[in-house]
């Protein structure tokens, strides 16, 4: 079966600290990723979605990711964290012919000011 | 951009009662609405996926005559936890695509169902 590992499940970072949060799956096929955030009292957001091409993807806030197909790795960077970006992480990944989404456990960032 | 709006977005009921929660797409006309129930500290569990005007498909291990899913319109699903329990007790989530695109679907604000 499909799934999505988040190792890090708690992170706390000091503001201006590099973040990197990881995200593998297990799927032989051709896969769409994704990372969602969620503010605290706030809904899920997309930050930034990989399809195809250029492995290294730029979202919203200043995040970026990085598809490594032969990691099956799909982990979320950002060079220098704020305090507001305190919220929960998610990655997800979909399946090429299904819209159905297999999300990661998630990871809590705490930045502290 | 997209926006969806879910509501209630907390609930209180006895066990034994019914809850109906509504999951709406604002400006977009909504093809396909999926329900995710997230337990604490797990991640999002795909309960079903809703396409308009058909029944929905129900995830293994979801009871279909426990969670009622009506996709009526391009704008409006709901999910009706039937004959309540405490152990349904979670955070309802549902999600809309627009038109066939895979674009990354926009999420409703959660629903909090608390069965005493």
Request: hydrophobic content about 35%; glycine content about 8%.
């Amino acid at each position: 079966a499909q799934s999505v590992s988040q190792h890090n499940h708690h992170v706390i970072l000091s503001e201006a600290a590099s973040l990197e949060l990881g995200c593998n799956y297990s799927y032989g096929g051709t896969v769409n990723l994704f990372w969602y955030v969620q503010y605290p009292g706030q809904h899920l957001q997309l930050l930034l979605k990989y399809f195809s091409g250029d492995p290294l993807v730029k979202g919203i806030k200043g995040f970026e990711a990085e598809f490594i197909k032969s990691k099956f790795s799909f982990n979320l960077r950002k060079p220098s964290v704020q305090w507001s970006d305190t919220a929960e992480y998610f990655c997800a990944v979909s399946t090429s012919g299904t819209y159905k989404y297999i999300f990661g456990t998630g990871t809590r960032l705490k930045v502290l000011a | 951009g997209a926006v969806v709006s879910q509501h209630p977005s907390r609930v209180i009921c006895k066990s034994g009662t019914s809850v109906k929660i509504e999951c709406r797409s604002l400006d977009f006309q909504a093809t396909t609405m999926f329900w995710y129930r997230q337990f604490p500290k797990q991640s999002l569990m795909l309960m079903a996926t809703s396409n308009e005007g058909s029944k929905a498909t129900y995830e293994q291990g979801v009871e279909k005559d426990k969670f009622l899913i009506n996709h009526a319109s391009l704008t409006l699903s709901t999910l009706t936890v039937t004959s309540a329990h405490p152990e349904d007790s979670s955070f309802y989530i549902c999600s809309a695509r627009e038109g066939r695109g895979n674009y990354g679907y926009t999420f409703g604000s959660g629903t909090r169902l608390t069965v005493v």
